[in-house]
């Protein structure tokens, strides 16, 4: 299975977890959770009047809308006092466990496997490279950013998170 396929679903998971958990009142944000993921949400917006995917818009820019936010989460993570995980050795974060309740540190962990995939692209991104005009390449760029950006997106629930406005 993909990198991407792998990091796609480990972060959808702990983003439907998170939301489920925070809408049934089982994980209530701790003041610095709050904090962490409102800058995080300030630094990620991405002013546009239309939803992703961005597939009319050069393959260069989406790329570096999306590495935007391995960069963004990094920090988020720091500043919030916790490790940040190395690159090497995927997944770095198993599902939850029955039981378990999420914390924003474990998301950031999640999002940010699934954003380093994108700096990967990055890094391999040149004119002549085969691999970005595939139909597969460009779905999967397509659901990083819905995944990111948009309703129903993670973006969407660190703005809820920061701003304290996490019911359904």
């Known amino acids: 299975m993909s990198t991407f396929l792998v990091s796609h679903a480990t972060a959808t998971y702990w983003y439907r977890e998170a939301v489920h958990q925070l809408q049934a009142g089982i994980w209530v944000p701790t003041e610095q959770e709050t904090t962490v993921a409102a800058w995080l949400s300030r630094a990620t917006r991405w002013p546009t009047a239309t939803l992703p995917p961005y597939e009319d818009t050069e393959l260069w ?15 988020a993570i720091m500043a919030g006092g916790w490790p940040v995980p190395q690159e090497a050795g995927r997944p770095w974060i198993p599902a939850p466990q029955p039981e378990q309740t999420v ?5 950031l962990t999640a999002v940010l496997q699934l954003a380093i995939v994108s700096e990967q692209w990055e890094r391999q991104h040149t004119p002549a490279s085969p691999i970005h005009e595939t139909p597969e390449f460009t779905d999967q760029l397509a659901q990083m950013e819905c995944f990111f950006i948009g309703l129903g997106s993670i973006g ?13």
Request: glycine share 10%.
């Open 61 to 75: 820019w989406r790329l570096q809308q999306m590495t935007t936010w391995a960069g963004a989460v990094r920090l």
């Open 103 to 107: 914390t924003l540190y474990d998301i």
């Open 156 to 168: 969407e629930l660190f703005y809820a998170i920061g701003s304290g406005e996490v019911s359904a």
